[in-house]
């Protein structure tokens, strides 16, 4: 398309380089000339008010550093007109060292009001709305001009209105195509993500963009470095509401090949660290559906190298680096790297925990452990093996849980209990001297996410394992979880996870030993009694009468002791849920439950005393059972026959 005038944008072009003005001795001379050139009709006058403002912007500083002059010049350029040579093409008759001038003229001019504009100017539809022309004029520029227009792209993307513009185009391609090589590109992707995601009315445009876009850049990147890409999508995916996120899994099949392809290759300690760090962010998003995905799915052949499974390869090279890792992590505690490996090593609990997990939960079968191998793709020897390894790291991490915790708390690690640095009130009544602890500088060891990880993974471990020696070694940390309990949501809640820990340990007699003597009858029962009264957690509530039964139950601990049947006067006086809660419901019935086995355990005399107590849980349970809410009670598996039990179990006491 020729300009008006006779003259081609690309002759002007190459006239003196889009046209070099001569000296003028007075700048705002210069400036009245180009804003009339850039505000006439004529293209070719405009071209050249163009070169000659990019001139002044390059050249004129004191012009530069006037906010009033540099949005007098913007207002003078014609949106219209840029967005055409930016789009310049070929196609339109023009040759390749035409469209380059067009383009390269536009992004230039682009490019340095993008730096001078006021914020709120360039959050503007006269800067975003260039968002399309910049993305197709990728196609057709230089090296140099791509890096201006990906620096353009990323200021847009950094506001909330440019991030919208950027994901209204349609074909990102030009972007996709060039980030493998061009990290900035990736950079333009993850701010219009990561600001797209703080509007509501924008999450169904984010969900349509991850599903076009991951599996498209996941192609682009197969066979060279993914430790980038994977650290910007782990980036976005981290920052991203829930509620921005494809409710299915398919757009995530891209990045486990990605997955396969490194860790089957011998992936660089870089690239196994951003597949880790991503995996473990993805399965707290996908929990259930990335599990299958992530341990059953099947390499494509060409990156095979290996006789054995990708799942087997990746679980044991997490295990290697955490045996490897964690028994000198408290020499580098405060070093500039250590909040990097914590991060790295967590990452790699959390996705064992989700390995474990998927053994336990899936594969929709009833625990059939050749169904297991077969979706896992996991042979049974290997499994053995794995389970064996596992079993060794999770005694590496009860060995560095209880060292971390004893230089934290008492100064130096191995200490026993007793030997605990002293409180500063005890210190002033006993005149013992306070120690000084040895911690972390970055918030300590309840803050730092390696040790909640940790605690995740060797807790799921010691319940579905009855491995009764690792669960033996876990009761000399007792004190340790029942420490991290009683602090409650403080900073991290660790309740549910140690709570799933002690269902393990006090399987065990020296699990039950440990647990009495670190008073976790006393912490769990007031834990229990604050979320009856609240009326909140009660699946956690459930969950805390399971170990207490558990404890009560025990050839170890003989009869009921005084202190314990509280739970008996408690569950007494605590009133019946409504019968449409009900987990509330379930969780006063594990109570009763409670209180049956220890009035049934408690001496003649002790179990008189609390006979009353006893007969009003057996009315409740009876009029509960007898009043009309059957049906709805039965909608919880076990409810309807818990009650039972109870109103059972004090009729042979004579209490009902």
């Not at 089957?264 to 870089?270: F, G, N, V």
Request: a negative charge.
């Amino acid at each position: 398309m020729a300009l008006e005038g006779g003259m081609t944008e690309g002759d002007r072009a190459q006239k003196g380089s889009a046209v070099q003005p001569e000296p003028v001795l007075d700048p705002a001379a210069t400036l009245d000339r180009t804003l009339t050139l850039l505000e006439t009709k004529d293209d070719t006058s405009r071209f050249v008010g163009l070169a000659l403002l990019k001139s002044i912007l390059d050249n004129q500083e004191s012009l530069r550093n006037n906010p009033k002059t540099i949005l007098r010049c913007w207002a003078a350029v014609s949106s219209t007109f840029l967005d055409r040579l930016l789009c310049s093409d070929r196609r339109q008759n023009k040759s390749s060292v035409e469209v380059k001038s067009m383009i390269e003229i536009a992004v230039a001019v682009i490019h340095a009001f993008a730096v001078l504009l006021p914020l709120e100017v360039r959050d503007t539809q006269s800067m975003t709305g260039r968002t399309k022309g910049l993305v197709v004029a990728l196609t057709h520029s230089s090296a140099e001009t791509t890096t201006q227009i990906l620096q353009v792209l990323v200021t847009i993307a950094s506001s909330k209105h440019g991030a919208a513009k950027i994901l209204e185009v349609e074909d990102l391609s030009p972007i996709l195509e060039i980030a493998p090589e061009t990290p900035l590109a990736l950079e333009v992707l993850k701010f219009a993500f990561i600001n797209a995601g703080t509007q509501l009315d924008l999450e169904l445009p984010i969900q349509k963009s991850l599903r076009d876009t991951i599996p498209k850049i996941a192609l682009g990147f197969r066979g060279g470095d993914i430790s980038l890409l994977l650290s910007v999508l782990a980036d976005v995916f981290t920052r991203l509401p829930s509620r921005s996120l494809p409710s299915s899994t398919e757009w995530l099949k891209g990045l486990l090949d990605l997955f396969h392809s490194s860790i089957l290759t011998r992936p660089s300690a870089k690239s196994r660290n951003a597949v880790v760090e991503l995996s473990a962010i993805l399965l707290r998003l996908y929990p259930s559906e990335l599990s299958r995905m992530l341990f059953t799915l099947q390499p494509h052949e060409e990156v095979v190298r290996d006789s054995k499974p990708f799942t087997y390869i990746f679980i044991n090279l997490l295990l290697i680096d955490i045996r490897s890792t964690i028994p000198s992590l408290l020499e580098i505690l405060n070093s500039p790297d250590y909040r990097r490996t914590s991060n790295r090593l967590a990452a790699s609990y959390d996705v064992i925990t989700a390995f474990i997990g998927f053994l336990v939960k899936d594969p929709g079968s009833d625990d059939d452990d050749d169904t297991i191998s077969n979706d896992l793709l996991l042979a049974p020897d290997l499994l053995l093996k794995l389970r064996k390894d596992i079993a060794e790291t999770i005694s590496l991490t009860i060995e560095y849980l209880r060292d971390r915790w004893d230089a934290a708390i008492s100064g130096a690690a191995g200490l026993h209990p007793s030997a605990r640095a002293p409180t500063e009130a005890s210190s002033i009544t006993t005149g013992i001297p306070l120690s000084l602890p040895w911690d972390s500088a970055n918030g300590g060891v309840r803050k730092d996410p390696l040790t909640l990880a940790a605690i995740h993974t060797f807790a799921l471990w010691l319940r579905e394992d009855e491995n009764e020696s690792l669960r033996s070694e876990a009761a000399g940390i007792c004190d340790i979880l029942l420490s991290l309990f009683a602090l409650g949501d403080e900073d991290v809640d660790f309740r549910q996870p140690v709570l799933t820990a002690l269902e393990g340990i006090v399987a065990t007699s020296a699990g039950i030993e440990a647990f009495l003597a670190a008073d976790g009858w006393t912490i769990l029962f007031t834990d229990l009694r604050q979320t009856i009264n609240s009326k909140t957690d009660s699946l956690r509530g459930i969950n805390i009468v399971r170990v207490l039964l558990t404890v009560v139950e025990s050839e170890v601990t003989g009869t009921s002791r005084d202190e314990w049947m509280e739970v008996v006067a408690f569950s007494a006086r605590a009133p019946t849920p409504p019968t449409n809660d009900l987990l509330a419901l379930d969780l006063l019935v594990s109570v009763w439950q409670l209180v049956v086995e220890l009035l049934a355990k408690a001496s003649r005399g002790l179990r008189a005393r609390y006979a009353d107590h006893g007969t009003e849980v057996a009315e409740k349970a009876s009029k509960l059972s007898l009043g009309g809410f059957e049906k709805h009670v039965r909608q919880v598996d076990g409810i309807d026959e818990g009650l039972r039990e109870v109103i059972e179990g004090l009729e042979g006491l004579g209490m009902a």
